[in-house]
Nanobody, 127 residues
Framework: QVQLVESGGGLVQPGRSLRLSCAAS????????IGWFRQAPGKGREAIAC????????KYADSVKGRFTISRDNAKNTVYLQMNNLKPEDTAVYYC????????????????????WGQGTQVTVSS
């Protein structure tokens, strides 16, 4: 059974950093495209980063490019989202999702592409 569990969220001040983890079970993260998404209060879900399987390509939304980095640790079967220079507008619930055999694209209709989702972790950026 494919399972994803996010962790690492919390309350941080602007300018600080957080690293989110997406721990996978039931499959090998190296074989899947993994995406990170977020949903702020009152807003729709936003695709912010993805990492492909064998090609090792990554993509980032303009809103996080240069500040966030997605990476994968195959030994721990975990995908990370390193978030630096956090801003109040980064406040959201962050989700990871996994799907095999799909390109690394910032999908607008991610529900139609990714079958497996984590439960989300809250990130609050506030002074």
């Amino acid at each position: 059974q494919v399972q994803l569990v996010e962790s690492g969220g919390g309350l941080v001040q602007p300018g600080r950093s957080l690293r989110l983890s997406c721990a996978a079970s039931g499959f090998e993260v190296d074989d899947y495209t993994i995406g990170w998404f977020r949903q702020a209060p009152g807003k729709g879900r936003e695709a912010i980063a993805c990492i492909s399987s064998s090609e090792r390509s990554t993509k980032y939304a303009d809103s996080v490019k240069g500040r966030f980095t997605i990476s994968r640790d195959n030994a721990k079967n975990t995908v990370y989202l390193q978030m630096n220079n956090l801003k109040p507008e980064d406040t959201a619930v962050y989700y990871c999702a996994a799907e095999p055999s799909v390109p690394c694209v910032l999908y607008r209709d991610a529900d139609e592409v990714f079958d497996s989702w984590g439960q989300g972790t809250q990130v609050t950026v506030s002074s």
